[in-house]
């Protein structure tokens, strides 16, 4: 029972280390804490949803949704975030417009598709492996598959691109990566945008997982996936992967050997502890200031 529990807790742990990874995305380029990005993995999901119910396709409905989520990124950051950013104004005023964006991506949901919670089709029905007493199912398999996968392609598009060269120069130092000529706010603007893709991907893979989609699955996953960022260290891709599957593992722990009630505040609870023991989380590390 011990190994399958890991086996279910790894799966659903790649799903939160997708969406932490786009508030270490965010956070690394911005230093800021991006809370309307569980909504925005909810209207991933729920466009997957739509999608593939016209007859677009699992594959190529994902696909579009996986743009429109990334460009409903964008204009999150040029409508709202931008406008702060040139006014010079406190952090803690981004922070507030992440949270209200948050809530009206999520009543606009309610207001088009309604607040029901409504199937998701499953999207890798394979049958499932059977090693002695643990059994593996195909969608456990290729979540992680596809989160590895999508973790590889951003971890290559960071470090060994000239745009990640650009985005990792934009997190050491705007304003001198402007003056080399570096375009700062397309940077932005494509972190929100790769964050958004990243949020669908996990958005289809949790729905499809549990065959269920609603407008406020963010919430918690997104407060989940936050923990998960903080504790493997905010900003580090490596560290989003390792909070994820410790999240995950918790949590799938916590619901089978002391119930289904303690499985939402495992992760608070692990994070508050790692955060006393290591306040930068895991991975992270200290921030250096040159005077």
Known sequence: MLIQQIVNGLALGMGYALIAVGYSLVFGILRLVNFSHGAIYAFGAEISMVLIGLNFGAVPGIIISMIATGILGVLINKAALEPLRKKKSMPIASLITTI??????????????????????????????????????????????????????LVFIVYKTKIGLAMRASEQNSKAANLMGVNVNFVISFTFFLAGVSATISGALVGGYYQIVYPNM?????????????????????GALLGGLIVGISESMAATFLGSTYRDSIAFIILIIVLIVRPNGLLGRKGITKV
């Open 218 to 238: 963010g919430f918690m996953a997104g407060l989940k996936a936050f923990a998960a960022a903080v504790l493997g260290g905010i900003g580090s891709l490596p």
């Open 100 to 153: 209200g964006i948050s809530n009206i991506v999520t009543n606009l949901l309610i207001v088009f598709l309604g607040s029901e919670k409504r199937n998701f089709p499953q999207l890798f029905n394979y049958g499932s492996v059977q090693l002695g007493a643990i059994s593996i199912s195909s969608t456990q398999i290729m979540m992680c598959v596809v989160s590895l996968s999508l973790m590889s392609v």
